[in-house]
Nanobody
Framework: QVQLVESGGGLVQSGGSLRLSCAAS????????MGWYRQAPGKQRELVAT???????DYEDSVKDRATITRDNAKNTVYLQMNDLKPDDTGVYYC??????????????WGQGTQVTVSS
């Protein structure tokens, strides 16, 4: 089973940037669809971005002009570059690995999350 560890979160001002990292171990990284999700207090966890093994990317509409997801299969790492951050981007950001886009029986493997706080 793959294990995921996120890093790179922190406190930034509106308009600032962060680069989040997710390091994977214990699995075959190249077969996974990798994703970033976030959850604010009192809200549901929501998709931010995904990237397939072939490099196809999908973004949530609210971040599509400000976020870039990349993967480095040699380093077993996926990144999320976030620019022009806004207070609404505040939340815990989670890394996810799954072998199919959607499954009725599993939502894949999750990391512990990294906190992103954007001040106004």
């Amino acid at each position: 089973q793959v294990q995921l560890v996120e890093s790179g979160g922190g406190l930034v001002q509106s308009g600032g940037s962060l680069r989040l990292s997710c390091a994977a171990s214990g699995g075959i990284f190249g077969i996974y669809i990798m994703g970033w999700y976030r959850q604010a207090p009192g809200k549901q966890r929501e998709l931010v971005a995904t990237i397939t093994p072939a490099g196809t990317r999908d973004y949530e509409d609210s971040v599509k002009d400000r976020a870039t997801i990349t993967r480095d299969n040699a380093k077993n790492t996926v990144y999320l570059q976030m620019n022009d951050l806004k207070p609404d981007d505040t939340g815990v950001y989670y890394c996810n690995a799954r072998v199919v886009k959607w499954s009725a029986t599993t939502d894949g493997t999750w990391g512990q999350g990294t906190q992103v706080t954007v001040s106004s």
